[in-house]
């Protein structure tokens, strides 16, 4: 492995030497940042491509592009999917600062994009990433009506569903805990409402939303399976602007507008569900109970110019259950909430035209707690059980547009992580002796620092070459990592790539998870000197193919993934297991945890329609997921619970005029891998001693024979849901209404299974959650 | 208490919600066809008087009829390499379930031998196990100290007796299985034994892996419950230590995550078995005791 990296270091030195060697002529840098007209939104991921050369560049996440060429007159293209084209003619004889405003496309006729300006995905040297489509998010109907974008990334090929409804995310193969979900650099540690039913991100807020689910570049790190990448959108720059939704269970509510015209703006989001408002009214006096979750995004920003800028950004958001009952003599108040909460401050300076950097310091915290607080007769007793992680972390990034062949990322990040995996207080006025204050507590410091170079190596081969370093240090212990990344695309015949990507990930912190259920009270916890970090190995290959007179984007990959010390929790073991029944004493979670390997690969074939009257997707993942850990099933290979042969998106939009938009989605996904029982049996014990509670020395109890670990099928899933919008353009104003049908043909899909039926003739029954759901939503935006 | 007020709440409100929206109806998955098969329960010892084997059958759940409970027609051979001889099906009188025996005289159990076990119905169903006798020692418990907390109210009191048990753990790998009982005296002067409460562990498994060759303390508690009107006098306490191999250990680590896995939020539980084509245990142990009396 050392003599790999040692080889590949020297590879990428080289080429940069050789790049410097060329790079003599005289050259100069066309830089600037590109808006959005009307809002002045930087946008991220617009192409600028040179007809002329064939070179090109990207706007990076803070909407800076930069490109260096030989002195000489071009023809210059800035293009972005939904916005108009803008073409420059540039005699470059001197460095220029080309700022440009391009403003959104409401043409609706079907135009075909023949040339080359617009990013092409087989001219990407990366594979495995999936620009989410923000705006499309909008456009899918949505369970309930309530809009979630991490539930249109699980329609993405390679990416799979949990359980009906949920919105936690199965990258291939690997666990929710795997995937690095950042909003505007900050970790969300639980990106779930109500038990996953929903997710934090309804989409109103962002800008940009990029899913990796392989080929990582090294400025990512810290998970195994896939990074969720997401901007919040800046706020508009020129007007005051807002929207106001209302749904079936939620409303929202968005403002944004300048605070200082073109210097500084604002942008405020915020949601709340009200079922616990509505059923106040029809619960007894004496006894109340109810639930709410809310989210709210802010930012603030401030351009002091082209060199810097200043944002501020944040999230807040909070889940809770409760309930009290009152009488007399007795008050009982109970409940468990857990939120989110983040809050980012990001410098954008520009050292050159050519070097770009970003400092951010960024806050995370999650916290889950129960409470009970119960009196009678005057004496009270109260519980809390809490835990919770939270992090500060400071990262300096580079960008360095170094020339059209080499465009250079590097940076550092230290991040350091508080855990709180279980804390208790109890208060007893009846028994005092009882009370109880104690938590467990970690703290630990991860690091990371990388370098990349995307690379024009040939016209027809690209790379992107990087190498990254990561260290983790818990008490005294400390572990180092060196992960190689490198991603390669070879153009075959215009618009038509072979790609391939290794990737080395690690991941140093852990959640402990119950299967089955998304409850938010999985734990969080570092690796130790018993608890080795997740380590990963993942190599793909695939080809890429733009089909541009169809505006269509094909793909095909495969996969293998190789998971080495992945963490589950022991049969039978659970977060809510607190003494432990073998020895008697306080369980610490490093015994109730034991680690394994996982084995995940498959193909992946996606065709998506970015433009034109007919959008969406088709998205097809054949796979296979196993995993083995030495304390269950006996230490025997099986197949994981969301282990799932096939699985089919397909998603739709139909702009049928400028006033109405007809969208539907269908997914088919093999059952889940779970553990049933086959037979009953009476259990032997050994008791020796005297006979006990006038019973004889052997006692008899009733255990169930579940042969191997996670034998059965479930039933397969299968899914349609359409949405119908219309819109009114009003004279200042616009607004939406949306109709929608969840689960349209009211397929019964298994939630969960159970035996039911007399003793005689047991039978298993299953659960289904929902049935077609229809809801409406209204959307008023000035 | 406090996890159950947590289950109890979590439980509500999955019920609750579930409740709102869901249906039910009989699962279209195809379920394959399960036999029943024999269960064997052998934990053989040196120290003991008769080798007994617990035998019952499988029920399987899905077959839509309940399990013909006769295992009359089940013979079992138990062999030490070179003697086999059959044991003798016997009825507990006291709860009804069957198991086999053979006597000390008849077939001995020595330590350092491997013991196979063969049994087979008539109706076809055959299991079959293997155990090798490794302990050669017994682990004598070195100390016992108790002590004791009252709560009292009007009604009843409430004593909790904290047993402190010490051993020396021999340098090989050792694995232990701690209990004991708890004797009392009734008004007519009759003694008889309670296990230790349930809800706070009626036995301890020790794994000696980080305490190999020394001293391992382990703690017991019971908890004595005295109601107005109804008098028994707790007079001592016998306390068992089994010395057991590496079979017994799993399986009781694994039963014992059934029996106490009551949460809703855990995995199922797979039982250990080292029956082939069966289900249950045989495995052997060495047993202390010591008796204290007030």
Redesign the interface.
């Known amino acids: 492995m050392k003599r790999l990296i040692l080889k590949f270091s020297a590879c990428l030195c080289l080429i940069l030497i050789s790049f410097n060697a060329q790079s003599q002529n005289k050259r100069y840098t066309i830089s600037g940042y590109i808006k959005e007209q009307g809002s002045g939104e930087l946008l991220i991921g617009s192409s600028i491509f040179i007809p002329k050369t064939g070179d090109g560049a990207v706007t990076n996440n803070y909407g800076f592009y930069s490109i260096t060429l030989p002195s000489d007159s071009f023809d210059i293209v800035f293009s972005m999917v939904g916005y108009e084209k803008k073409f420059f003619k540039i005699w470059l004889d001197k460095n220029i600062t080309l700022n440009i405003e391009m403003s959104p496309s409401n043409n609706l006729s079907e135009v075909v994009i023949r040339d080359s300006a617009y990013h092409k995905i087989s001219e990407d040297p990366n594979m495995s990433v999936i620009q989410i489509p923000v705006e499309q998010v909008k456009d899918i109907p949505a369970f309930m009506g309530e809009k979630d974008l991490l539930k249109v990334i699980q329609l993405m090929p390679g990416v799979q569903k949990g359980s009906e409804g949920n919105s936690g995310i199965y990258v291939r193969g690997g666990g929710p805990d795997q995937n690095l979900i950042i909003l505007d650099d900050a970790p969300v540690y639980n990106a779930f409402h109500l038990f996953g039913f929903f997710s934090l991100f309804n989409g109103d807020a962002l800008k940009s939303v990029e899913l990796t689910k392989g080929g990582f570049p090294a400025h990512y790190g810290g998970r195994l399976s896939s990074v969720i990448d997401m901007s919040m959108k800046d706020g508009n720059k020129e007007e005051f602007h807002g929207e106001a939704g209302i749904g079936v269970i939620a409303s929202r509510l968005l403002l944004e507008g300048p605070l200082k015209k073109n210097k500084s703006s604002f942008l405020i989001s915020a949601r709340r569900t009200y079922i616990d408002a509505l059923i106040y009214p029809f619960l007894p006096a004496n006894e109340k109970y109810g639930y709410f979750f809310y989210d709210l995004n802010a930012k603030v920003n401030y351009d002091f110019g082209q060199k810097n800028k200043i944002y501020l950004s944040g999230y807040f958001g909070k889940d809770k259950f409760y309930g009290s009952t009152h009488y007399a003599d007795e008050q009982d108040k109970y409940g468990l909430k857990w939120g989110n909460s983040t809050a980012t401050i990001r410098w954008n300076h520009l050292y050159n035209n050519k070097l770009f950097s970003n400092t951010s310091l960024i806050f995370s915290n999650y916290k889950f707690n129960t409470f009970e607080d119960y009196s009678y007769d005057g004496k009270k007793y109260s519980n809390r059980l809490y835990s919770g992680i939270r992090d500060y972390t400071i990262k300096h990034d580079f960008d360095y547009a170094l020339h059209p062949d080499h465009f250079i990322k590097a940076g550092v990040i230290v991040q350091q992580h508080h855990f709180t995996p279980s804390g208790m207080t109890v208060k007893d006025e009846n028994f005092p002796e009882l009370n109880i204050n104690k938590k467990t507590t970690y703290d630990a410091l991860e690091s990371g620092i990388y370098i990349e170079d995307n690379m024009r190596i040939t016209n027809r081969w690209r790379a992107n070459i990087g190498i990254r370093g990561s260290s983790f240090m818990v008490k005294k212990k400390q572990y180092y990592n060196i992960e190689p990344r490198i991603s390669t695309s070879y153009m075959l015949q215009e618009d038509l790539s072979v790609k391939a990507s290794y990737a080395v990930m690690n991941q140093y912190i852990h959640l402990l998870s119950t299967t089955g259920v998304g409850l938010p009270t999985d734990l969080w916890v570092p690796s130790t000197e018993n608890v080795s970090p997740q380590h990963s190995e993942q190599v793909a290959l695939g080809i890429a193919k733009d089909i541009l007179p169809k505006n269509l984007t094909f793909t095909v990959e495969g996969y293998y993934k190789t998971s080495t010390k992945i963490i589950a929790y022991k049969e039978g073991a659970s977060f809510l297991i607190i003494d432990d029944p073998l020895s008697n004493q306080e369980v610490d979670w490093q015994d109730n945890i034991t680690s394994g390997t996982g084995w995940s690969y498959g193909a992946e074939v996606f065709l998506q329609r970015k433009r034109g009257k007919l959008t969406g997707w088709i998205g097809y993942t054949l796979s296979w997921t196993q995993l083995q850990f030495d304390e269950l099933n006996f230490g025997k290979k099986y197949y994981a619970r969301y282990d799932r042969r096939h699985d089919i998106s397909v998603v739709a939009i139909y702009k049928i005029s400028k006033k109405i938009t007809l969208s539907g989605t269908w997914v088919y996904g093999t059952g889940n891998a779970i553990t049933l029982p086959k037979a009953e049996y009476v259990i032997p014990q050994h008791q020796s001693g005297n006979s006990a509670n006038d019973m004889p020395g052997i006692f008899l109890n009733m255990a169930n024979d579940y042969g191997e670990k996670n034998s059965f099928r479930m039933a397969p899933y299968h899914r349609a849901d359409i949405g119908i919008q219309f819109y009114k353009k009003l004279k200042r104003s616009e607004r939406t209404f949306e109709l929608s049908f969840y689960n349209l043909y009211n397929r019964h899909n298994p939630y969960f299974y159970y035996i039911g039926g007399s003793t005689e003739n047991r039978k298993l029954k299953q659960v289904s959650l929902f049935p077609v759901l229809p809801s409406v939503s209204w959307t008023y935006k000035f | 208490?406090?996890?159950k007020?947590?289950?109890y709440?979590?439980s509500l409100?999955?019920i609750l919600?579930?409740t709102l929206?869901?249906?039910?109806?009989?699962?279209?998955?195809d379920?394959?066809h399960?036999e029943?098969?024999l269960?064997?329960?052998?934990?053989i010892?040196p120290d003991?008087d008769s080798v007994?084997i617990?035998i019952?059958?499988?029920?399987?759940?899905?077959d839509?009829?309940?399990i013909d409970a006769d295992v009359n027609d089940v013979t079992l051979n138990i062999s030490d390499g070179t003697t086999q001889k059959a044991m003798t099906l016997k009825e507990?009188?006291?709860?009804g379930?069957s198991?086999f025996y053979i006597s000390k005289s008849e077939f001995p159990i020595i330590p350092g031998k491997t013991y196979a076990i063969n049994a087979e119905s008539a109706g076809g169903l055959k299991a079959s196990a293997e155990c090798t006798t490794s302990l050669t020692e017994h682990v004598d418990i070195d100390s016992v100290i108790v002590d004791n907390t009252v709560?009292s109210d009007n009604y009843y009191t409430e004593t909790k007796y904290n047993l402190i048990i010490s051993f020396d753990d021999p340098a090989e790998k050792n694995y232990y299985r701690l209990?004991a009982?708890a004797v009392f005296r009734d008004s007519q002067g009759n003694i008889?034994?309670?296990?230790f409460n349930y809800d706070?562990?009626e036995y301890?498994?020790?794994d000696d892996k980080n305490s190999n060759g020394q001293r391992i303390t382990?703690?017991?508690?019971f908890i004595n419950y005295t109601t107005t009107g109804y008098p028994s006098e707790l007079i001592g306490f016998?306390v068992?230590l089994?010395n057991i191999d590496e079979e017994?250990h799993k399986y009781y680590?694994?039963?014992?995550?059934?029996?106490?896995?009551e949460?809703p939020?855990?995995?199922?539980?797979?039982?250990?078995t080292n029956i082939k084509n069966g289900?249950?245990?045989f495995c052997s142990?060495r047993?202390s005791?010591k008796s204290m009396r007030f």
Not at chain 2, 192 to 195: D, T
Not at chain 2, 218 to 221: Q, T
């Open positions: 208490m406090i996890k007020h947590i289950t709440h979590l409100i999955m919600a579930l929206t869901s249906c039910e109806r009989d699962a279209d998955i379920l394959p399960v029943p098969m269960v064997l329960g052998g934990f010892s003991d007994m617990t019952s059958k499988s029920d399987p759940i899905f839509g009829k309940s507990n009188r006291f709860s379930n198991y709560h209990y009982q008889y034994y309670r296990n706070i562990h301890v498994l020790i382990s703690k017991l508690s016998d068992y089994l017994y680590k694994s039963l014992d995550r059934v029996v106490f896995g949460d939020f855990s995995e199922p539980t797979l039982v250990y289900l249950g245990i142990f047993e005791k």
